[in-house]
């Protein structure tokens, strides 16, 4: 059974610090996808990683997959405030790429 | 290009009953997914249609049921509610020519269904 772990699941940030989180999985895949959700609100696609070392930035978010360690890191920097929100990473289970096991969530809020 | 739409946004209902929620993939999009997102189990995979077949199941009850039209709608119904049905249903579309493929899946605003 796939696996999706996140750490940690509640971050309280400075503003303008820069922080990292973690997701990892336990099965072999060379996909993971990043998303955002506000509360209330659905899910915003936020980073598709595809391959092995791939890194994909926007903004003040970069997110980085490292399939042999199983790994995936979203890099925060100078954080703001309108950062605060849910971040998911789901990983897709291999040969059902709509079959997403979504990891439980770190909620990020940035203080003053 | 519109985005997926989901029917009902808000839906109360009470134990026994059933309910029937719908959602709109985006124009071109023939792949439908449901899930169910609950404070305690988080997110989790409940099916999805292509083609006006299930392609893909997840770990819930036959309670839970979907179905596909030609045009690519999709709805999901649950019967016998029970108050742990009470969650946020999100469906996705996505291209998903095979099944195996890369296809980024767009989400729907959701349907809030409470199960008093």
């Known amino acids: 059974e796939l696996k999706v772990e996140q750490n940690p699941l509640f971050l309280s940030m400075q503003e303008g610090k820069n922080y990292t989180i973690y997701c990892n999985y336990s099965?072999?895949?060379?996909?993971l996808y990043w998303y955002r959700q506000d509360p209330g609100k659905s899910l915003e696609s936020l980073f598709v990683?595809?391959?092995?070392?791939a890194v994909k930035q926007e903004g003040r978010l970069m997110a980085s997959l490292d399939t042999k360690a199983r790994l995936s890191t979203l890099h925060i920097t100078a954080a703001v405030h309108d950062l605060s929100a849910t971040y998911f990473c789901a990983v897709p289970l291999p040969g059902a790429n709509s079959k997403l096991t979504f990891g439980k969530g770190i909620t990020l809020s940035v203080r003053p | 290009k519109a985005g997926v739409t989901q029917t009902p946004r808000y839906l109360i209902k009470t134990r026994g009953q059933q309910v029937t929620l719908s959602c709109s993939p985006i124009s071109g999009h023939r792949s439908v997914s449901w899930y169910q997102q609950t404070p305690g189990q988080g997110l989790q995979f409940l099916f999805e249609y292509f083609s006006e077949t299930q392609r893909n199941k997840g770990n819930f009850p036959g309670r839970f049921s979907g179905r596909q039209f030609s045009n690519s709608r999709s709805e999901m119904n649950v019967s016998t509610l029970e108050l742990g049905d009470s969650a946020l249903y999100l469906c996705?579309?996505?291209?998903?020519?095979?099944?195996?493929?890369?296809?980024?899946?767009?989400f729907g605003p959701g349907t809030r269904l409470t199960v008093l």
């Open positions: 099965t072999t895949s060379d996909r």
């Open positions: 996705a579309s996505s291209l998903a020519a095979r099944a195996n493929s890369y296809n980024e899946q767009f």
């Open positions: 990683l595809l391959s092995n070392g």
